[in-house]
């Protein structure tokens, strides 16, 4: 196993992958998907028209498809990684549509700075909580025009637990003697059965395993709401998420001066609602406050604890050395709270506990699992903003 301190960049380009490859068999599908995603985040397709839009971190171009086809008046990618514009360059060659043609920047967004402000500015699937990726945030608010909208997505501690404990599951069974072709062939044996659950997955089982499970980025994509709040700033107020679950009965004409409070109110429902990231199949009752704060303190000692055990395997410690008590701990304490929700949620984790505590683990045990093996959070949230104008 290896681990670099340089983030996704440089594990891309050290295997010269860009495993955020998208199912385009159908591009309608694809666009009606895309579609639907900015529609909750309050951008139907006419709000990119005529508009000047920025996509930071595009990858294989997929998405960018649907803004370019939206007819922006310009549209800037900027990507670094070689691979991924590789990408980006034979998905525009391989599409014949009308659309506007995207200036692509190959460079880091640290070194992007651009001439004018955007309209709109998209931002997917990269940042997490690490202070350099913080001020990047920061930075990404400053490009929106006021009036304009800023989309990015977050990862609640919550809908990233099930992924945590797999990401420790793969760092078990594999071995530092490992290639990379022999990690990805393994894995994709162990998490295949698991993915196979999901019905509307668009991405390969290959760059699913090598984005997630061998990546050594992965377990620092974490990113709650309440810090990407506090990166942004006041003049950013949430508009839309996918999924939406968002509430606002406040009648809008009281809705002025210090009764505004948007992003208060937005807040307010994430967290009612943080059980429910959880697992994507379900949907339960708000909760109070103070019942879900405590599954996401529970939630954010459990990744901290597992990347401490990550960094102990990086350097050459088995996993007992890695002391797992900790971890197993927690894991029993989380499904002791929600079964208060469901039991399937103790099932689960009960079994991804007994599995992580066994004396060896394999791909066999990983591959047959009964109740975990469909246990996918909601762990990618998108959430808009839109840039307050000075007042009048």
């Known amino acids: 196993m290896s681990r670099s301190d340089g983030g996704h960049l440089d594990y891309y380009k050290e295997f010269g992958i860009s495993p955020v490859r998208y199912d385009l068999s159908d591009l309608g599908a694809h666009f009606d998907r895309r579609s639907s995603l900015y529609n909750q985040l309050g951008l139907p397709e006419i709000a990119f028209r005529g508009c000047r839009v920025l996509e930071v971190a595009p990858g294989s171009g997929h998405n960018s498809l649907y803004l370019a086809q939206s007819c922006p008046t310009f549209l800037d990618l900027v990507e670094p990684n070689p691979a991924g514009i590789k990408d980006i360059l034979e998905t525009y060659k391989k599409y014949n549509l009308q659309r506007t043609e995207p200036v692509l920047h190959k460079k880091k967004l640290q070194e992007f700075e651009p001439t004018s402000l955007y309209d709109v500015v998209i931002c997917e699937n990269w940042l997490g909580a690490l202070p350099e990726e913080r001020q990047l945030i920061k930075k990404l608010a400053t490009f929106v025009t006021p009036g304009g909208v800023m989309v990015m997505t977050i990862v609640p501690l919550s809908g990233f637990m099930p992924n945590i404990l797999r990401k420790l599951m793969a760092n078990r069974i594999i071995s530092g003697d490992m290639n990379f072709e022999a990690k990805t062939e393994l894995l994709v044996r162990a998490f295949g059965p698991h993915l196979s659950t999901i019905k509307g997955m668009t991405r390969s089982h290959v760059d699913w395993v090598r984005d997630c499970m061998i990546n050594p980025h992965y377990l620092n994509v974490a990113l709650p709401l309440d810090v990407v709040l506090k990166d942004v700033g006041a003049k950013m107020e949430l508009l839309g998420s996918s999924p939406s679950f968002n509430t606002d ?37 708000a909760r109070t406050a103070t019942k879900n704060e405590h599954i996401d303190g529970l939630c954010n000692q459990l990744h901290d604890a597992a990347l401490k055990m990550e960094r102990h395997l990086c350097e050459g410690h088995s996993w007992a050395q890695a002391n797992p008590s900790q971890v197993l701990k927690l894991v029993e304490e989380i499904a002791k709270e929600l079964l208060e929700i469901s039991p399937h949620f103790s099932d689960a984790l009960t079994e991804a506990g007994e599995a992580l505590a066994a004396d060896s683990l394999d791909v066999t045990n990983i591959a047959n699992q009964k109740y975990f093996n469909a246990l996918f959070g909601r762990e990618t949230v998108y959430v808009s903003f839109t840039r307050r104008k000075d007042p009048v």
């Open 249 to 285: 009965w406040r009648w809008f004409k009281s809705l002025s001066g210090d009764a505004w409070k948007f992003n208060e109110n937005f807040y307010s429902n994430y967290v009612s609602h943080s059980h429910n990231f959880v697992d994507y199949r379900y949907l339960y009752p």
